[in-house]
């Protein structure tokens, strides 16, 4: 595909991205004059990467737009932030990053390929899609070895009719596991790496083919799959691998060739598969979780955090954005670009209550920081500190009544 195809493709991407995004107000809006200012720039000719299929490309000067040995490739998130920053100034870049996904989720430059067997040993081993714990020691696999029919491997590799020189190159992995008899009954486990433009690919194919997956590929997950439990019995020879998952085996189905494992913690004792040494651990009990907010998924007392009166769990508190004062969550949908003072968001009750426009230099403040002039020559007003310091507010003008000094500088 030339610099001209990708160019289309890329624009006509974008366009479709800021229809569905439901990121930020702010960043919506502005993709329209965005997305035409790129189409204007016939200099720069930016277009999707033709040697990298995460990439876009661009020309600095108008002689080589056409000439893909003397473009520059970048990520489109950095083109954005250096291009256009006056109009995504004030957007988070979560926000920008997500609008970048939207853009690139459709652009099928990838071929998933599925192992079993002592395939996905020798996928361990080799470490395919990044190192693993297990990597280098087949026998801490042998339990995907020995159940072909309940496990599998989903590999991403990069399309090889579009990228050959990336066609031995493994992207990314995850376990499938089969979860019940029906035909789309299955579960994609954590995306190895997990972080990146393979993770949307992987779980848009879970998608389509009506599949669940992990809501997170953290290592924070505590297995909760949208308030449903699993139950999946395998043969095993006495070795586990380290489990992300199914992290749980009732004692009472720990036999010494059969185990039942799950991804919910039972209510009896049981055991956990979450040991690097192959080793399945001791007996242990239940304990109470607390519910996400946000996410609804369950979590450790110590990995919730609480604000303004709601607890949520670390990945969704890193990924919310919140009121300075009050921490009330801010929703993606709220356009805050005008609640902001001093590169800090406050919700619009906050703003209202604290929010002073400084009299001199109309910028806004909160209250506790702003000085009032206080005197016969100028009506009580607001000033930041910086203002307050110009001369005719630093000099003390007296008009004397009675010896008195009317006009004063004080801090409230």
């Known amino acids: 595909m030339d610099i001209l195809e990708n160019r289309v493709k890329l624009i006509r991407d974008m366009e479709v991205a800021q229809e569905t995004y439901n990121g930020s107000f702010i960043l919506k809006n502005n993709m329209t004059d965005i997305i035409y200012m790129i189409r204007q720039d016939t200099d720069a000719m930016l277009a999707y990467s033709t040697f990298s299929p995460v990439s876009v490309s661009y020309s600095t000067r108008p002689e080589y737009k056409y000439d893909n040995k003397r473009r520059l490739r970048t990520s489109l998130q950095r083109y954005l932030n250096r291009k256009y920053s006056a109009y995504i100034l004030k957007v988070p870049d979560h926000c920008i990053d997500k609008y970048v996904q939207c853009v690139f989720i459709n652009r099928q430059t990838y071929n998933m390929e599925f192992l079993s067997g002592e395939d996905v040993q020798e996928a361990y081993n080799n470490g395919w899609g990044g190192e693993s714990c297990m990597t280098g020691d087949r026998s801490l696999t042998q339990l995907y070895g020995n159940n072909p029919e309940v496990v599998r491997m989903m590999i991403l590799k990069w399309s090889k009719e579009n990228w050959s020189t990336f066609e ?25 790496p997990n972080d990146g433009m393979h993770v949307l690919w992987m779980e848009k194919y879970a998608r389509d083919k009506g599949w669940d997956y992990r809501s997170s590929h953290g290592g924070s997950f505590n297995g909760t799959i949208k308030n449903k439990t699993y139950y999946i019995k395998l043969e095993h020879d006495g070795v586990f691998p380290y489990a992300d998952t199914f992290i749980y085996a009732t004692n009472s189905s720990y036999t010494s060739t059969d185990i039942i494992i799950t991804n919910s913690e039972p209510s009896e004792p049981y055991r956990c598969l979450q040991y690097t040494s192959g080793d399945i651990g001791g007996i242990e009990t239940a304990i109470n979780y607390i519910v996400c907010d946000d996410c609804g998924e369950d979590c450790d007392e110590d990995d919730i ?58 910028t806004v403040y909160p209250f506790e920081q702003m000085i009032k002039i206080v005197g016969i020559a100028i009506d009580d007003v607001l000033v930041c500190w910086e203002c307050s310091r110009a001369k005719e507010y630093v000099q003390r003008r007296a008009q004397h009544n009675g010896g008195v000094r009317m006009n004063m500088v004080t801090i409230i």
């Open 305 to 362: 955090v609480y604000r303004n009166g709601y607890g949520y769990c670390r990945d969704c508190d890193s990924n919310n954005v919140y009121c300075h004062d009050c921490e009330v969550k801010m929703y993606e949908s709220t356009d805050y670009s005008n609640t902001i003072i001093g590169g800090l968001i406050y919700c619009q009750d906050c703003y209202d209550l604290i929010a002073r426009e400084c009299y001199k230099c109309h």
């Open 168 to 192: 031995d190159k493994v992207l990314a992995r995850a376990l499938v596991w089969k979860v019940g008899v029906g035909e789309n009954d299955y579960y994609m486990d954590r995306i190895y």
